[in-house]
């Protein structure tokens, strides 16, 4: 299952946690978010708590990342943003997260949802984290179990929650490493985005000036699953090279799958630009750039 992954700990697969449902610590999040259209915002949030009512992987709970893991007060325009401690403390102790809980998480629609949860659960100092290699799609194309209804809420527990400040980015260090050689920006949005020829509008068009073009879409297979070490290798070390990376997209969300992709190859130093496009595109101060 690893592919020869340096991390191969960061996913699980379908048949990995089939044979671990009724294990004690456990916990099954499902992330699933959709996003509309909503402007003048680049986009609206629609929780996917209807999608996991409908269907979920059996023991499974429902997280809302907006509404519950988020800032409940994010500068204007903003969705998502990372929590202060206590408060993403509070919402683990709800979901029954301790500190010897094993968390897997998956989404029922992209993939990103799953791995933006395993980054946060890590930025808060939660490592014994994964994502299901294939998420809920995967699941149910190989006819496993599922449930309905409003899932299975576990005792509370009580989480020792820490903060990983060298794992997140903001608009001010992304300004800086725009000038610095030894720091890579990457930009998981389609091509399209960074091109500046259409896409989600987050107020300018293209991208962060300097940044390089990684779709997160470009580095799954089309079951959800991680690529293979050397596709993801081709795709993310040879254009990158050894450069400190920063990752973004339009909300912080996307830019975590390739986050999860490096940390797979062993390479773990990643930060996230949490506000990405959303705020750098708001400031017409902020160097963007068009074309390839």
């Known amino acids: ?40 915002k680049p986009y609206g949030i629609l929780s996917g708590r209807a999608d996991f009512e409908q269907a979920h992987i059996p023991g499974a709970q ?36 301790g500190d010897d809980t094993f968390v897997v998480c998956y989404s029922s629609a992209n993939h990103w949802w799953a791995t933006r949860l395993w980054w946060m659960l890590g930025v808060f100092g939660h490592d014994r984290t994964a994502v299901l290699n294939g998420g809920f799609g995967k699941w149910k194309v190989e ?21 990983r400040p060298e794992r997140v980015a903001d608009k001010h260090d992304v300004l800086a490493a725009i000038a610095a050689a030894d720091v890579c920006i990457l930009n998981a949005l389609p091509a399209e985005n960074h091109r500046g020829e259409g896409g989600t509008d987050y107020g300018r068009p ?25 596709e993801l290798r081709r795709l993310l070390v040879e254009p990158l090279g050894s ?22 190859l062993g ?16 400031d017409p101060t902020l160097p963007m750039a068009v074309g390839p």
């Not at 006819?143 to 903060?163: D, L, N, Q, S």
């Not at 390479?267 to 708001?282: H, K, N």
Request: proline share 9%; glycine share 8%.
């Open 243 to 264: 450069a400190r990376i920063i990752a973004y997209c339009g909300g912080g969300i996307s830019a975590t799958s390739p986050t999860l992709a490096l940390a797979l």
């Open 143 to 163: 006819a496993r179990p599922i449930e309905k209804g409003a899932g299975r809420p576990r005792a509370r527990a009580a989480p020792t929650v820490g903060y």
């Open 206 to 230: 293209g991208h962060i000036a300097r940044s390089i073009n990684v779709p997160a879409t470009d580095i799954i297979n089309a079951d959800n699953t991680f690529k293979s070490t050397d």
């Open 1 to 40: 299952m690893g592919n020869g992954y340096v991390h191969p700990e960061f996913v699980v697969d379908t048949d990995w946690l089939a044979a671990h449902l009724d294990d004690p610590d456990l916990v099954i999040l499902d992330a699933t978010t959709h996003t509309t259209p909503a402007p003048p």
């Open 62 to 97: 429902f997280v809302d990342i907006d509404a519950e893991l988020s800032d409940p007060q994010p500068p204007s325009r903003l969705h998502f943003m990372l929590s202060s401690p206590a408060h993403f403390a509070e919402a683990m102790a709800r979901l029954g997260i």
């Open 267 to 282: 390479r773990q130093g990643v930060r996230v630009y949490d506000g990405s496009l959303s705020e750098w595109a708001a």
